[in-house]
């Protein structure tokens, strides 16, 4: 990320090692100027959900497939915000050093069904497939799978959703950590970015991909988003 003064936001990551060991350390959020003579670290994110491996080759550390991850972003005013996917809520880093931890917001757990484990196998080919499917997989999917920079400093968070869901919900989160909106989207489509009175969702046909926009309800409003 980057903010108005032109200064850097970079997540930088340990070492994993050989055995991924090293993946069981925090990453860091930090601050660069904009000639990169000088950095400071500006928060932690939580380490992946890894299990132990032990195979012939001898043990290592594996991410847990279909678990979450921290998401962040930057405002452009040098406001840091962290998506905590173990705490479920958002969490606010001000320039001067303030933070403010939000409030757990609602979430359904969904447990990772067999369906969806080989929806996510089957991404894979074909050859790799055998040795995708010895990797440890999480319980339950994370409370939300991704984060984006709403209008005027929002967040919105896009929630896990079970196989078959028609609708995609997003909860769109203050500067406060407060839960102010939900938004359902209906389709399969997933909203890429948010302006002020609208969204990017991507839509795969026979021979490529089209962007549609959105127009976004008013905040209290129970009609989903439709198309421009």
């Given at each position: 990320?980057?903010?108005?003064?032109?200064?850097?936001?970079?997540?930088?990551?340990?070492p994993?090692?050989?055995?991924?060991?090293?993946?069981?350390?925090?990453?860091?959020?930090?601050?660069?100027?904009?000639?990169?003579?000088?950095?400071?670290?500006?928060?932690?994110?939580?380490?992946?959900?890894l299990?132990?491996?032990?195979?012939?080759?001898?043990?290592?550390?594996?991410?847990?497939?279909?678990?979450?991850?921290?998401?962040?972003?930057?405002?452009?005013?040098?406001?840091?915000?962290?998506?905590?996917?173990?705490?479920?809520?958002?969490?606010?880093?001000?320039?001067?050093?303030?933070?403010?931890?939000?409030?757990?917001?609602?979430?359904?757990?969904?447990?990772?069904?067999?369906?969806?484990?080989?929806?996510?196998?089957?991404?894979?080919?074909?050859?790799?497939?055998?040795?995708?499917?010895?990797?440890?997989?999480?319980?339950?999917?994370?409370?939300?799978?991704?984060?984006?920079?709403?209008?005027?400093?929002?967040?919105?968070?896009?929630?896990?959703?079970?196989?078959?869901?028609?609708?995609?919900?997003?909860?769109?989160?203050?500067?406060?950590?407060?839960?102010i909106?939900?938004?359902?989207?209906?389709?399969?489509?997933?909203?890429?970015?948010?302006?002020?009175?609208?969204?990017l969702?991507?839509?795969?046909?026979a021979?490529?991909?089209?962007?549609?926009?959105?127009?976004?309800?008013?905040?209290?409003?129970?009609a989903?988003?439709?198309?421009?």
């Amino acid at each position: 990320g980057r903010d108005a003064a032109g200064q850097w936001y970079l997540e930088l990551t340990p070492p994993s090692r050989p055995d991924g060991s090293g993946n069981r350390d925090s990453a860091a959020i930090v601050r660069t100027n904009p000639d990169f003579s000088k950095a400071a670290t500006v928060a932690q994110l939580a380490p992946p959900d890894l299990a132990e491996v032990n195979e012939d080759a001898g043990r290592r550390f594996e991410r847990r497939l279909l678990s979450g991850i921290d998401h962040w972003g930057v405002l452009p005013d040098g406001s840091v915000w962290i998506a905590r996917v173990n705490q479920n809520r958002v969490d606010w880093f001000a320039r001067d050093g303030k933070v403010i931890h939000g409030e757990p917001l609602p979430d359904r757990v969904l447990p990772v069904t067999e369906s969806d484990r080989q929806i996510f196998l089957h991404r894979f080919p074909q050859e790799l497939r055998a040795s995708a499917e010895q990797l440890p997989f999480a319980a339950v999917k994370p409370p939300f799978e991704d984060a984006v920079n709403g209008p005027d400093g929002k967040v919105w968070l896009e929630k896990s959703r079970s196989v078959g869901d028609s609708v995609r919900i997003y909860q769109v989160v203050d500067r406060l950590g407060a839960l102010i909106q939900e938004i359902h989207f209906p389709g399969f489509g997933r909203i890429l970015s948010v302006s002020a009175g609208g969204g990017l969702v991507p839509a795969p046909f026979a021979t490529g991909t089209r962007l549609l926009r959105f127009r976004m309800p008013a905040p209290g409003s129970p009609a989903p988003p439709r198309p421009w």
